[in-house]
């Protein structure tokens, strides 16, 4: 099954919310994993564009799952994403794989530790607060949080021995007010390491002890009338209040934890699980249990539990879950929160559950709904009388300008669906001036030529865009390729909607209201509009090439190198002076551009 066929097959259910995707190939190995702001329209994105890099093209083709988990903030999908990358390491993600994607802050592990943004986490024994999305965020809030706990900036080393002998002297640092001296033994160790904790406590989001110490200063100084003091502290408190509070993603209360929601539906259990790790979710998966003999919903859960936390080598000694648990192994802490961050995960758990069994739900209509195509493709095999159904379907349009640029465009049903990367474009060789006939005969059989030589199938019904004289056309093509008895051809005429089969001089009058017409109607527009399209670009390709190569010092290969370099016509046309110099030089550039100029005008 095509890619193309399993995003159409999900795209009407994808959520228009942000979160994490992640593709796979049909041997199930994990291809790339992204973020979406719109998990919709970031998806929808790979399967509606045409892509100009071949990496992204090649990714495109090799899928054959697409898995997504929801979140509740583009940053958390920010996040996650990285934290996943690093994980599971899949093979078309490039950028998020260092640690040091993301900066984190260090406390250095020294006597008067100094305090700084980094991406580079080294094993050296210094506290490391993060990951954290923004480093600018970062930086400001570094900024306020050192107005209010003063640390020193400098690299001296402030050993016991060195602050004794008095080595060092106070600087400026010091004189306005951003540093407490500790070089010159004016600030303690213990002072300065209870400074360092309430900056560890506002990272880790314990905001309550560090608005109470704070609070406790305030106080201190309003007791001893220093109003303007305790008024600056009471501006702090506030700023402290103000900080954005912690993610779901990332958690600095919480340590290995496995989380686990589940959803109902007849006789499938969907089981929706998150692997924490350090506070952070390092896997998430997402299960479909069909309940096969009297099972119990605990049963089952149990069943599902402990294979997840088998296949991802769990060793967590907690479950988080929504419901009570009989879990086998005691050891085991089984948790149902009510508040906090792990009541935050299970809410995130449940969210996504609940959306894949409404996405399972509507699958299942979608399969319900599939007998009405069923009944489309029976009634084309009966008007058309075909031996079997026209799962695939083609229909040939020749298109020129008074025998110039000639293209032939072929367009590809399946499943009575258009089937657009089947579409195809052929250039006429063979065929000099306005000659529609010949151009059909050499499309035809260069079209199913080389279907033979690579084996593919034949579809079950050829159409021609036109009436006797394209078709007979197109059947010499057939009968030189043995293909007569093989396939069924036939042609409709534009006027009256008539259907020609060769050797049958009087035409088929399908019903006006007829779903049969209605597809052929559809093939034949879709295979005129797509052939109209590729010939204008085609003779504008080609008007542009000799309005260039009119121009004194502009050659055939200039032409071509332009070309190349735009990808498009369209592009030329709106390019830039300083475009074409980078291609051509200032002098060569100047003389295009004026040219172009005056062929637009």
């Known amino acids: 099954m095509s890619s193309l066929v399993i995003y159409h097959s999900i795209r009407d259910s994808l959520p228009q919310q942000p979160g994490v995707y992640k593709y796979f190939d049909i041997d199930n190995n994990l291809l790339y994993i992204g973020k979406a702001k719109n998990l919709k329209k970031r998806i929808a994105s790979y399967f509606t564009k045409e892509h100009d890099n071949n990496r992204l093209r090649r990714l495109v083709h090799l899928i054959a799952k697409i898995d997504y988990t929801i979140v509740d903030t583009e940053n958390d999908a920010l996040l996650l994403e990285n934290i996943l990358i690093k994980k599971q390491q899949p093979k078309y993600n490039i950028l998020l794989k260092d640690d040091k994607t993301y900066p984190y802050l260090c406390i250095k592990n020294e006597d008067f530790p100094r305090v700084f943004v980094t991406r580079n986490k080294l094993n050296d024994g210094s506290l490391y607060l993060g990951p954290f999305l ?159 003999l009297d099972e119990t919903e605990e049963e089952i859960r149990i069943f599902a539990i402990h294979e997840l936390r088998l296949q991802n080598g769990s060793e967590a000694k907690e479950i988080v879950t929504t419901t009570a648990l009989n879990y086998p192994d005691t ?44 009944d489309i493709l029976k009634t084309i095999q009966k008007d058309f009388r075909l031996s079997e159904l026209p799962l695939h379907i083609e229909c040939f349009d020749n298109s020129n300008f008074q025998g110039d640029d000639a293209v032939s465009a072929l367009v590809v049903f399946r499943n009575a669906k258009p089937s657009k990367k089947d579409y195809r474009i052929f250039n006429v060789k063979t065929v000099q001036g306005p000659n529609d006939y010949a151009t059909m005969e050499e499309v035809v059989y260069r079209r199913y030529k080389r279907m033979i030589d690579e084996n593919q199938k034949l579809p079950q019904l050829i159409i021609i865009d036109g009436g006797k004289g394209q078709l007979n056309s197109a059947m010499i093509s057939i009968e030189k390729l043995g293909l007569r008895g093989k ?82 016509v369209k592009k030329i046309k709106k390019a830039t002076l300083q475009e074409f110099e980078t291609v051509l030089g200032k002098s060569r550039a100047e003389k295009v551009f004026i040219k172009l100029r005056e062929t637009k005008q």
């Open 134 to 292: 923004s480093v600018d965020k970062l930086r400001t809030t570094l900024e306020l949080i050192k107005h209010l706990f003063t640390t020193r900036t400098c690299n001296l080393v402030l050993s016991q021995k060195n602050i004794k002998t008095k080595k060092f002297k106070v600087c400026l640092e010091y004189h306005i007010g951003n540093c407490k001296g500790p070089c010159a033994g004016l600030q303690t160790v213990s002072q300065y390491q209870e400074d360092i904790q309430q900056i560890i406590n506002i990272f880790k989001g314990k905001y309550g002890s560090v608005i109470e110490y704070l609070t406790s200063i305030m106080n201190t100084y309003a007791v001893n009338l220093k109003f303007e003091l305790a008024a600056t502290f009471k501006s702090h408190i506030d700023n402290i209040r103000d900080l954005q509070s912690r993610t779901t993603i990332v958690s600095q209360t919480l340590e290995d934890v496995d989380v686990f929601a589940h959803a109902n539906l007849e006789n499938k259990l969907f089981i929706n699980y998150f692997s924490v790790s350090g506070g952070c979710i390092v896997q998430t998966r997402m299960l479909e249990l069909t309940k096969q």
């Open 331 to 374: 050891s085991i802490k089984i948790t149902i929160p009510k508040a906090g961050d792990k009541k935050k995960l299970i809410d995130l758990a449940t969210k996504n559950v609940l959306y894949y069994k409404q996405q399972y739900i509507q699958s299942q209509q979608a399969r319900e709904a599939h007998s009405t195509f069923q």
């Open 487 to 568: 396939v069924t051809v036939c042609s409709i005429a534009k006027q009256l909607e008539e259907i020609y089969f060769p050797e049958d001089p009087i035409p088929l009058h399908i019903d006006k209201k007829s779903i049969s017409l209605k597809v052929i109607q559809q093939l034949r527009n879709e295979a005129h509009r797509f052939g109209i399209t590729r010939h204008r670009t085609k003779r504008d390709k080609n008007t542009l090439q000799t309005a260039l190569t009119a121009i004194e010092g502009v050659g055939k290969k200039t032409a071509e190198l332009l070309l190349i370099h735009f990808k498009s």
